[in-house]
């Protein structure tokens, strides 16, 4: 069979084809891009934009990162995929530095967020019936309002966002959700038949909603004290985006799960990971879970690298710096075409006032001053620039925000 003939040399023709054949899970705004560095993307028109998404976190390293591509192209001409029915040459490397990072005995690579989401459910299950004692078939996971874990139909089952549930169902039995940010609700929840409980350190999805200060301690205090598992979905709040390597360290806590993703590809090739000790992830036996493409060699040496350059800290600083000229730009726009932010590290929540538009017009307004951003529930947008922008770009992009919010 012949490939069709498409015109994606200009961005209307490539916008049209793509919406003649593509499912329409996404709205995304009309742009298409070809070409992008650092901080920076090109469309396939020339036209030049910059980037403060980085790919819900996934790019924190930015576009084409020469230290990423230089090991992704080594590996490309040595060997991609094995399954785990081997061991190959990267892996014990990649599984030792990410444990070590997250102090940590053991690692189960798989691909995507998702995956790592339902990898630490059924961990945290599986212990539940083995360690803790719980009776077959009783576990509870307790999670948040307002949370994102994922789009799986056992994640969009425990999701208060309709869009994500809504049409999906029936849904599997097992979880309890409570309040986010509510130490009562969530001690009130726990039932001997509790095995852990789940939830994002910071809820990006859910506009980078930041929880009270000690919350993530108490959630701590709770799950050791009630023999129960605290996993910690730092998919896009982990890896250096808070300004440092995981958002519960700004409270110093230490989750029995961590839950990765996104960043940990590099931007490159899907990555993630569920990192625990080994009277957790232990529980697993072969053949009780897997992935053909989890831990292959591009994977692993990519994933090693991205440990490497977080292991200088250089990255967390940055975020951090960049994070106060954040915290100062947006701060400044709250009464003038905003209402309210929240900031953590180089991670940004807006909300717009909605005399000023949508957070899609507001976006679809930025990308026409040539910047790109993302929109959430109604009339918040979130802004992630990849950790290596500069400062300058930074506050170029912010100006335009500013510019769009005042018209």
């Known amino acids: 069979m012949t490939a069709p003939t ?49 790919g819900y976190s996934a790019l924190n390293f930015g576009h084409s990162h020469p230290r990423l591509l230089e090991v992704a192209h080594a590996q490309l001409d040595r060997i991609t995929l094995t399954s785990r029915a081997f061991v190959h040459d990267r892996f014990a490397a990649f599984t030792a530095a990410l444990g070590d990072l997250c102090g940590k005995d053991l690692v189960l690579p798989m691909n995507t967020g998702a995956e790592a989401v339902e990898t630490a459910i059924k961990v945290a299950r599986k212990w539940g019936y083995e360690v803790k004692g719980v009776p077959a078939d ?16 056992t994640i969009v089952g425990f999701s208060d966002d309709a869009d994500a549930r809504d049409g999906f169902g029936p849904f599997a039995p097992g979880f309890v959700t409570v309040r986010y940010g509510d130490l009562e609700a969530l001690e009130a929840a726990i039932t001997p038949h509790t095995v852990a409980v789940l939830v994002e350190p910071i809820q990006g999805e859910g506009g980078v909603v930041i929880p009270p200060t000690g919350y993530l301690r108490g959630v701590r205090e709770i799950c050791t004290r009630e023999n129960v598992l605290f996993a910690a979905d730092e998919i896009q709040a982990g890896l250096g985006r808070t300004g440092r390597t995981f958002a519960c360290d700004h409270e110093d806590v230490v989750p029995d799960l961590y839950v990765l993703g996104k960043a940990l590809g590099g931007g490159i090739v899907p990555v993630s990971a569920v990192v625990a000790d080994r009277d957790v992830l232990g529980v697993l036996k072969p053949g009780q879970h897997g992935s053909t493409f989890g831990g292959n060699p591009l994977a692993c040496a990519v994933g090693t690298a991205v440990v490497e350059m977080l292991s200088t800290g250089d990255f967390q ?27 953590r590290g180089l991670w940004a929540g807006i909300d717009v006032d909605p005399a000023v538009g949508t957070g899609r017009e507001v976006c679809e307004a930025l990308m026409e001053r040539g910047v790109l951003a993302k929109d959430t529930h109604g009339s918040t947008i979130r802004l992630a620039p990849p950790l290596v922008v500069s400062p300058e770009d930074l506050a170029w992009g912010l100006d335009q925000l500013a510019d769009v919010v005042a018209r």
């Open 6 to 54: 498409i015109d994606t040399q200009h961005s209307a023709a490539a916008l049209e084809a793509a919406e003649a054949r593509t499912a329409h899970n996404y709205h995304p705004l009309p742009v298409v891009l070809a070409n992008a560095e650092g901080a920076w993307m090109t469309d396939v028109d020339g036209r030049r934009f910059l980037d403060l998404l980085a």
């Open 138 to 153: 009783r576990a509870e996971i307790v999670v948040a309002s307002g949370n994102f874990h994922g789009r799986t139909t």
């Open 317 to 343: 600083q940055r975020a951090t710096d960049l994070g106060v000229l954040v915290r100062e730009r947006l701060e400044a726009l709250v009464g003038h075409g905003v209402v309210g932010v929240r900031v």
